[in-house]
Nanobody, 120 residues
Framework: QVQLVESGGGWVQPGGSLRLSCAVS????????LGWYRQVPGKERELVAT???????KYVGSVKGRFTISRDNAKNTVYLQMNSLKLEDTAVYYC??????????????WGQGTQVTVSS
């Protein structure tokens, strides 16, 4: 069974940075497209970044130039480096296979997510 365990969230001031991690088991990050989603209460989950099996990345316009998705195949882990954080980036962040940004993947069971709070 695929397991996705997100970590690295926390509280930061606007303009700050965080790096999120997604530890994957049950599949290889090298052989699958993966993405980061975020969700605020009462709102639909939004796919914000993807990386495919070639390492090609895509981003939603609101995070482009600020967020970087990457992976470490040896650790079977996907990362999201978030810089220049804004108040509107506050959300629970999840990893999963991507549906959106041109992808139509089957979604695995969701992990617990990791909370990112941007405030002053």
């Amino acid at each position: 069974q695929v397991q996705l365990v997100e970590s690295g969230g926390g509280w930061v001031q606007p303009g700050g940075s965080l790096r999120l991690s997604c530890a994957v088991s049950g599949m290889t990050v090298s052989g699958n497209a993966l993405g980061w989603y975020r969700q605020v209460p009462g709102k639909e989950r939004e796919l914000v970044a993807t990386i495919d099996n070639y390492g090609i990345t895509k981003y939603v316009g609101s995070v482009k130039g600020r967020f970087t998705i990457s992976r470490d195949n040896a650790k079977n882990t996907v990362y999201l480096q978030m810089n220049s954080l804004k108040l509107e980036d506050t959300a629970v962040y999840y990893c999963n296979r991507p549906t959106g940004l041109g992808y139509y993947s089957s979604i695995d069971s969701w992990g617990q997510g990791t909370q990112v709070t941007v405030s002053s």
